[in-house]
């Protein structure tokens, strides 16, 4: 069963601007990663933060975790057009040393 | 370094017919999962594989849906008397090993049931 969810579903926001999505979970985690599908392509692994973790950098991407609220948040800064993709975070629970656990996505757009 | 090859990315198949999806994973992975797609939803697992062994098959239908991933060769997801419900994206994904590791995703195979 799917137990992440991103919320928002969707979001459309100008290019420039800073974007940030959200994951929520249910269970104990191991880590939580989150994943960019462009149209018609497979996803592509942006950045993982474990459990012991509270926040992590990539170039714009910052990601937070909390774990008392069994959420996370992924933050864009000055969005391209480039970044314009579905986004999925994906849980790894801690009874499970192979399992991910993946949310339904958020659709961002990015308006020139 | 290829990344995780998936043929075809497209697959057209008439009511009745076999799909057969084919993935080679990275170099070095010996770890392959596969996953169906409808439009606009998330992944759905279906099965994971070592070299020759069905690790978990617990998102793969019983009937008609079978996966293997032999000795030598890529990994085939097999679907037998395939229906229009089939209709989907099936992504296989790779990793060195079973720890939680990241991901590795081909770009999927796209198959339309007629």
């Known amino acids: 069963s799917q137990q992440g969810e991103e919320d928002p579903q969707a979001l459309s926001i100008q290019e420039g601007e800073n974007a940030t999505m959200n994951c929520s979970y249910k269970?104990?985690?191991?880590?939580l990663q989150w994943y960019r599908q462009n149209s018609g392509r497979g996803l592509v692994h942006l950045i993982l933060?474990?459990?012991n973790e509270r926040e992590k950098h990539s170039g714009r991407l910052r990601v937070t975790l909390d774990t008392s609220k069994k959420s996370s948040s992924l933050l864009i800064t000055a969005s391209r057009a480039a970044d314009t993709a579905s986004y999925f975070c994906?849980?790894?629970?801690?009874?499970?040393?192979?399992?991910?656990?993946w949310g339904a996505g958020t659709k961002l757009i990015i308006k020139p | 370094n290829a990344g995780v090859m998936q043929n075809p990315r497209h697959l057209v198949r008439r009511r009745g017919q076999e799909a057969r999806l084919r993935c080679s994973p990275m170099?070095?992975?010996?770890?392959v999962y596969w996953y169906r797609q409808l439009p606009e939803e998330g992944l759905k697992f279906m099965v994971y594989?070592?070299?020759?062994?069905?690790?978990?098959e617990s998102g793969m239908p019983k009937e008609r849906f079978s996966a293997e991933f032999p000795k030598e060769g890529p990994s085939i997801l097999r679907i037998q008397q395939v229906v229009r419900g089939d209709s989907a994206a099936y992504f296989c994904?790779?990793?060195?090993?079973?720890?939680?590791?990241?991901?590795?995703f081909g770009n999927g195979t796209r198959l339309t049931v007629t």
């Open positions: 994904a790779s990793s060195p090993d079973g720890n939680n590791s990241p991901l590795h």
């Open positions: 170099k070095g992975h010996s770890h």
């Open positions: 594989l070592q070299k020759e062994n069905i690790i978990d």
């Open positions: 269970t104990s985690i191991n880590n």
């Open positions: 933060i474990r459990s």
């Open positions: 994906a849980t790894s629970p801690m009874d499970s040393n192979y399992q991910l656990i």
